[in-house]
């Protein structure tokens, strides 16, 4: 299976994004064997928000419906509407919930909020009333990370009155972990102590808590629906420790300029940079407005031709700059490809040199780059 491009649209292009579903779809079918474990029942959902990470909600959403994958989330209600068009019969459920005023648009697209406090509770009700029709509704309370999600209070009160609930379907109760990533943090278990009182409190509807890194805690955080999203997408859900997932996108930025330098020459913006030696400088075509970060100044690199080659000079807009002396000039012409993210360096290692972590390396994958989409199962992008 091939989605593309052009060809002359990846001809054209300065940079090319490799996504490759097979993997993607792999690492979901990883996750749920992973809940599936201890022999129950859970499901898999996938979670799409951002553009599916950056790689492409429509796309991944639909070869992951084809995987087997019935349960999709996105923050915004306008994701949710553009991921129905490529979905349109597995429920969608919006994150972020009710903004005042578009319960008409959760309808007719038939979307489910994820309800955050009572106001949207009442009003998602009154939209019960209104459209004279059960309404499918997701309670998201807040056990630790005081964000979204009903607060204590609050959850006490839908706890002790649950005619609250009158008119909707409880399609899911929820929360989110704070730390899952440290599974000996004491934060987990007791986020884990206060769904569980929820959910004993709330009899026959199903519950979810883990996402991807708090797949890996064990059966005790599984519930009924597993919540995953970076890991999806190749991100380490287990830091320090090897990992479990498949790469799933690769990115390579094509050369437009080699030029020589004298020592002591500097490069780029702001003189930020300066040769030692005679130099061979490659500029490629890629820049922050592509999501390159601005704070990648002379702490990283890329690859070419099996090299690493160091990142040099400020990053601009569109362009980076390389030192490629220690290439052989036959390899480092012109049109040649640079790795940037891969098998040698990929979106977690970026994320180190960018001080940052790789969901937002992911999700500022830039709309410039010409995407190609591949898919080779259980296979590295």
């Known amino acids: 299976m091939s989605t593309s491009p052009s060809d002359d649209a990846v001809r054209r292009a300065g940079a090319i994004l490799t996504v490759n579903l097979g993997a993607i779809a792999a690492n979901w079918r990883g996750l749920r064997d992973a809940g599936r474990a201890g ?148 934060i987990n278990g007791e986020q884990l102590s206060r769904f569980r009182a929820f959910v004993k409190a709330m009899p026959g509807a199903p519950a979810s808590l883990a996402n991807s890194s708090g797949i890996f805690l064990g059966p005790d955080y599984h519930f009924d629906l597993l919540r995953p999203g970076a890991a999806l997408y190749g991100i380490n859900p287990r830091p320090g420790q090897p990992n479990p997932m498949l790469l799933t996108v690769t990115l390579d930025a094509r050369i437009l300029q080699v030029r020589r330098i004298d020592a002591l020459q500097t490069v780029g913006y702001g003189a930020a940079w300066r040769s030692a030696r005679p130099s061979r400088v490659a500029t490629i075509a890629l820049g922050y407005a592509d999501g390159y970060f601005r704070n990648l100044i002379n702490r990283t690199y890329v690859h070419l031709a099996g090299r690493r080659v160091p990142v040099i000079g400020r990053i601009s807009m569109d362009l980076v700059t390389l030192d490629v002396t220690d290439v052989p000039e036959e390899l480092s012409q012109p049109g040649s490809t640079v790795e940037i993210l891969g098998s040698h360096l990929t979106a977690d290692d970026l994320a180190d040199h960018a001080r940052t972590n790789a969901y937002e390396i992911m999700t500022a994958l830039g709309h410039r780059y010409a995407r190609v989409y591949v898919d080779h199962p259980e296979s590295a992008a």
């Open 39 to 186: 022999g129950r029942p859970i499901d898999c959902a996938a979670v799409l928000k951002a553009d599916a990470y950056g790689t492409g909600a429509a796309i991944v959403g639909s070869r992951l419906a084809a995987e087997g994958c019935r349960h999709f989330f996105v923050a915004h209600i306008e994701e949710g509407i553009a991921l129905r068009a490529a979905l349109p019969e597995p429920p969608i459920y919006v994150l972020n919930g009710l903004l005042p005023g578009t319960e008409g648009d959760f309808v007719e697209h038939r979307l489910t909020p994820v309800l955050n406090h009572l106001a949207q509770l009442n009003t998602w009700r009154a939209a019960a009333q209104r459209f004279d029709r059960a309404l499918d509704a997701v309670i998201h309370i807040d056990t630790g990370m005081h964000r979204l999600g009903f607060g204590p209070d609050e959850t006490q009160v839908l706890m002790n009155e649950r005619a609250r609930l009158r008119g909707l379907r409880l399609a899911l109760l929820m929360s989110h972990l704070v730390v899952s990533e440290e599974p000996g943090n004491p």
